[in-house]
């Protein structure tokens, strides 16, 4: 039975809680709030103000009417007895907030004209902004937009993290070298979040656990941690597009629980005492860069149940605010694993129901099992989290205890099913005995969640025949594929907001928030010739605006008419950049028997992170500096090819690159990539796509049709049956005389002043194992790249297409997937209350 404790929430509460003339959104109470808060909260005079006090007097502007919007969102929670989402991830990469927020205020003009009126420009505030890097790649994105989807849905939800101080590092290129710097973005403050010291939890760590009989009679477990941390809660509003709902972002940020160990300080040493705060608050310092074995990082363990912890303990003091026991958390809570960084949340929300609440065994497990679900994102068996069991006993060891008793439970339905399989409970265990001993983190999130996607239709199906397929022969109805979205409001209204104007002028502004339905309607301008002009020249301002960034940030000249041809994305050997170099090297090297080779001109743009600990990706970024600094100083080349790296690929300088491409490189090795989502920005934003059949690129194809699409390169099947044959990748460069001569050229040295040794690790593991079968798909993508660059020699048909792809590529908007996800796997439903009309014309104005 269900008992809600809090009483009717009763008409004057529901009104605004903040007077109107301190959030309003006229031109005029805009300047005034600027000019208050540049005084008032900052303490500056107009006069000294520098550009980083404007930025921030602005951003807390803003923030005032975020906070106004967010409490009006809390007290329709508690009206209307609501399932919140809370979404789990270890990272959330949510780009600089200003534009953004403005544009979903719907108050972008009045603020520019504000702005203006007190003599400052709103681009250079907007770019003062720094990247809160809190992720390293398409994850952490995909966690960001979605929070922005179900904000503009009106669902109910908050999102959980860390709030690392450092987040992923900043990129500079020396020598042609990543070179890793520190990432301040806290240094000048962070005017979005508001730190809640009231809102705390402990966290424990190690000791070991006893068991007692409590009074009832009941077993009972005791954990006595050696280790306690406070975890600390800093919350950002995340304001939904044109609506009046704004959600949360709640990370956490570590703290000791006592500043001095009171013992060690008196007996004068200094040192140690502070040793505690110091190994606490190193919880949340850093982020760690993907790509990277993270088996045995133990920091990283404490990372992801340090947040898993917090979260869990929070929604519980939520819950029993609002009802007088857990009975009902799951029908008031459905909690997304966003992979398996989070999946401790299995053991320790197990543990918080029967240890700290005293729910039965079974209750507590239904109540689990029905609460959490899973996303899987990758197949990369190297990226499938493991933790050795000693590691996790001497940090953990109640959770271990109740993995056991899971697994133990687990095993048993297993044994019952397929009796006398011992190979398969040996698989299906939650812990791996084949060597040495390791809690398997997608097994327990498995076990413990009543549905499992993957991103993508393709990466979905591998994942049943793959990684989890005696998972889903056990239970094949927790199984669905929820394909990744990106949100138009940051990727085109934001980021291109001339294409975004000219889109509205012609179909309306409902697009913006019903992507699906609405931009089909552009079909019908795709041969509108002064439409295609006019979409032809706002790409051609888009890569001006590039050509000065790549100026200001390479020194290199580029030329807006030649065919911008980009990939950015991680640098990793399965997304093969690669392959990229050995096409241009091929072109170049054509170029040199034959000067007058007749070739369209291109500027091939690269940009991306290595993991620090990758070798063989900062090699790659080496090899591209090296062979652009070749190439573009070569009196041959003639400026028909420049390759350019833009350094410090993020989504602030991604906002830069995404709508200024022609051609968008999809090119990693088929069943490799879980789905991208880079993918769809550069779709979204009018350039075409070359690409394997892998991830989403199957179905952003399917949506855009085959003739809008430059395909190559084996499937997923045939990678598997060439790999079952034998793959000798000596046979295919023996056999492709351009290939060869690519590869010789690397390896003599032509791109290293001579030395032959730089590059030969490089080489080598092409030779010798080519995992990634770039030459198996050489010849197929050096026909496809010559397809597309005749192509793009005609302007007009090109644009056509440019047309069409855009209009159709609405599926692969956000609200699309997180609406699959509320009907599919979370049961949530928008809140009821409708938005002031007065909210909704203002956000239409964009
Ligand atoms: C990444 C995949 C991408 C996918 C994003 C978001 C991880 C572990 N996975 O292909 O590599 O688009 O997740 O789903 O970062």
Excluded at 51 to 68: E, W
Excluded at 253 to 266: G, K, L, P, V
């Amino acid at each position: 039975m269900k008992t809600k404790m809090t009483g009717k929430v009763t008409e004057r509460s529901t009104k605004p809680c903040v007077e109107d003339d301190r959030t309003g959104i006229s031109v005029e109470s805009i300047k005034r709030a600027f000019l208050d808060h540049l005084c008032y909260t900052l303490g500056r005079f107009p006069a000294v103000a520098t550009r980083n006090d404007l930025y921030m007097a602005l951003a807390y502007t803003v923030r005032d009417r975020l906070l106004h919007r967010w409490m009006k969102t809390v007290e329709s929670y508690l009206r209307e007895d609501v399932k919140v989402v809370s979404y789990l991830s270890a990272e959330f990469l949510m780009g600089p907030q200003l534009g953004n927020n403005l544009i979903n205020l719907g108050i972008y003009h009045q603020v520019e004209q504000a702005m203006k009126e007190l003599g400052h420009e709103l681009n250079k505030m907007i770019a003062q902004e720094e990247e809160p890097g809190l992720g390293n790649g398409g994850l952490g994105r995909l966690a960001a937009c979605y929070l922005d989807s179900l904000a503009t849905l009106r669902i109910p939800a908050i999102g959980y993290g860390i709030r690392y101080e450092f987040g992923i590092f900043d990129q500079e290129i020396r020598d042609g070298w990543q070179v890793e710097v520190t990432d301040k973005w806290l240094h000048l403050g962070n005017p979005w979040e508001i730190r809640r010291p009231e809102i705390t939890f402990q966290v424990n760590f190690g000791g070991h656990t006893e068991t007692l009989c409590d009074g009832s009679g009941r077993y009972r477990v005791r954990w006595l941690p050696e280790r306690v941390v406070r975890g600390v809660a800093y919350d950002s509003p995340v304001a939904g597009y044109a609506v009046n709902q704004a959600n949360m972002l709640r990370l956490f940020s570590a703290e000791a629980c006592e500043s001095f160990d009171f013992q060690a300080f008196n007996q004068g040493d200094y040192y140690s005492a502070i040793d505690e705060k110091v190994a606490s608050e190193n919880l949340t310092k850093v982020l760690y860069p993907n790509d990277e074995p993270v088996q045995g990082k133990r920091l990283r363990l404490e990372q992801q149940y340090f947040f898993v912890s917090c979260s869990l303990q929070d929604m519980i003091r939520l819950h029993l605010l609002q009802w007088q026991n857990l009975k009902n958390f799951h029908e008031q809570y459905a909690i997304q694993l966003n992979d398996t960084h989070p999946s401790i949340a299995v053991a320790e929300l197990m543990r918080l129901l029967v240890d700290e609440h005293a729910v039965d065994w079974d209750m507590a497990w239904h109540i689990t099992t029905n609460t959490l679900a899973y996303t899987n994102h990758t197949l990369l068996p190297e990226a499938l989290e493991k933790w050795p069991l000693e590691l996790f006993a001497s940090l953990l060891p109640r959770h271990l205890e109740i993995i056991y008793e899971i697994n133990r439970r687990h095993l048993e339905t297993i044994a019952a099913l397929h009796p006398g399989d011992s190979r398969m409970l040996a698989r299906m265990s939650l812990i791996d005995e084949t060597g040495e001993r390791y809690v398997r983190m997608a097994h327990l999130a498995s076990v413990g969640s009543h549905a499992i996607n993957g991103v993508a239709a393709l990466h979905t199906d591998l994942l049943k025949k793959d990684v989890l397929r005696d998972f889903s022969r056990v239970f094949p109805e927790r199984f669905l594929n929820v394909t990744n979205g990106v949100t138009p409001r940051r990727w085109m209204v934001l980021a291109n907001p001339k294409l975004a104007a000219l889109i509205s002028s012609r179909i309306g502004g409902r697009w913006i928030s019903h992507l699906e339905e609405e931009l089909t309607k552009l079909e019908d301008f795709a041969d509108d010739r002064e439409f295609q002009q006019e979409w032809h020249s706002i790409k051609q301002d888009n890569k001006l605006q590039l050509a000065r960034m790549i100026k200001a940030r390479t020194g290199n000249t580029v030329d807006i008419e030649s065919l911008f041809d980009v990939q950015v994305k991680r640098i990793h050997e399965y997304k093969r950049q690669h392959l990229n170099l050995l096409y241009l090297i091929t072109l170049y090297n054509r170029i040199k028997e034959n000067p007058k080779t007749a070739i369209t001109p291109r500027t091939i743009i690269f940009g991306g992170k290595a993991a620090p600990g990758y070798f063989m990706a900062k090699l790659i970024i080496k090899l591209i500096n090296s062979v652009a600094e070749v190439v573009n100083n070569d009196p041959d080349v003639a400026g028909r090819i420049r390759i350019v790296f833009f350094p410090d690929f993020n989504v602030k300088t991604g906002q830069w690159i995404y709508p200024a491409a022609d051609l968008s490189e999809q090119i990693s090795t088929a069943g490799k990539e879980a789905s991208g989502t880079g993918n769809m920005k550069f779709a979204l934003n009018g350039a075409l796509t070359i690409g394997t059949l892998d991830g989403a690129n199957v179905e952003i194809r399917e949506e855009v049709g085959a003739e809008n699409f430059f395909l190559f390169g084996l499937t997923a099947e045939e990678v598997n049956d060439l790999k079952a044959r034998g793959y000798n990748p000596r046979d295919y460069c023996n056999g492709n005389e351009s290939l060869r001569r690519a590869i010789d050229c690397i390896s003599s040295g032509c791109f290293s002043r001579g030395d032959a040794n730089l590059f030969r690790p490089l080489v080598d593991s092409l030779l010798y194992h080519d995992n990634y079968l770039l030459f198996a798909d050489y010849q197929s993508y050096l026909d496809c790249q010559e397809r597309a660059a005749a192509a793009f020699r005609d302007r007009s048909q090109w644009t056509r297409k440019s047309i069409l792809n855009v209009a159709r590529m609405g599926k692969f908007s956000s609200d699309r997937s997180i609406r699959e996800y509320c009907s599919r796997i979370w049961g949530a439903k928008p809140l009821a209350d409708q938005i002031d009309d007065a909210d909704l014309s203002a956000a239409a104005r964009l």
